[in-house]
């Protein structure tokens, strides 16, 4: 079976595939004073919880955008489960062109939802990742990895808003009944998703007309689901992430 594990910012993305299938996912809570030995004691009792035999365990990748932690994962991972982890980077085989000035500033999250995008739809493509940033990354239909847009994330802005402005609160992000609200709790939630949604539609336009093709538009991420049932003619795939490690290890396994 494989490990996959995804370290973002906030979250860390866990699943567990056997043959190319998807059998399990867990969401853990990103902590950079979390050690590679806490986070894979952790992943083990949740493989125990899901009952899988951890010690069926025969391959690990790993992708992260947190440095600090990327390092101490791996190497709890191989020696727990006696393989070596694969990291993602720029420099592996990953079936596209990155056509990025500087392709070692690609985020390894970026690279693997570019990926599993090409594999499934093989064509022109743009990803939309809600997480910590919102980023969209764009790929052309001959397969190359043209670049995008870094937004900052839905939750990570309102956080932040609630910080700077004295007088606002902290909110729940939901989706209000209406964008005209009529107090502060509505009217900030709707500007924090009504202006997510708007933020997709004005950059999917820009980055369809610069691209020249008509692209399929894909949305993942831990918000995906708030924004997408917001707009019409965007798929969504909560699990983009993972297939692509799943894809990118079977590339990259020799």
Not at 25 to 38: C, P
Not at 96 to 123: F, Q, T
């Amino acid at each position: 079976m494989l490990l996959a594990i995804d370290i973002g910012n906030t979250n860390t993305l866990v699943g567990i595939f056997d043959s190319g299938k998807l059998l399990e996912t867990f969401r853990l809570s990103t902590r950079s004073s979390m050690t590679g030995d806490e986070a894979v004691l952790l992943m083990t009792q949740l493989l125990d919880s899901a009952g899988l035999d951890a010690e069926a365990i025969d391959g690990v990748i790993i992708s992260s955008v947190v440095p600090e932690i990327t390092g101490p994962v791996s190497h709890a991972a191989e020696a727990h489960f006696g393989v070596k982890a694969i990291a993602v980077g720029p420099d592996m085989d990953t079936g596209l062109k990155l056509c990025y000035s500087v392709p070692e500033e690609v985020g390894a999250d970026r690279i693997v939802d570019a990926v599993a995008a090409w594999e499934r739809y093989k064509g022109p493509v743009i990803v939309v990742d809600f997480g910590t940033a919102t980023t969209f990354d764009v790929i052309t239909g001959d397969g190359r990895y043209v670049g995008g847009a870094i937004c900052p994330g839905i939750v990570s802005g309102a956080s932040e808003l609630s910080r700077r402005a004295a007088k606002l609160p902290r909110v729940e992000v939901k989706t209000p009944e209406k964008a005209i609200g009529r107090n502060t709790l509505e009217s900030m939630q709707s500007g924090i998703v009504f202006g997510a949604v708007g933020q997709v539609k004005e950059l999917v336009q820009r980055l369809t007309r610069e691209l020249g093709e008509n692209p399929t538009v894909v949305a993942t991420g831990g918000l995906a689901e708030l924004v997408v049932s917001e707009l019409d003619n965007i798929e969504m795939d909560t699990n983009l992430t993972l297939r692509g490690l799943s894809i990118l290890y079977e590339r990259n396994r020799s």
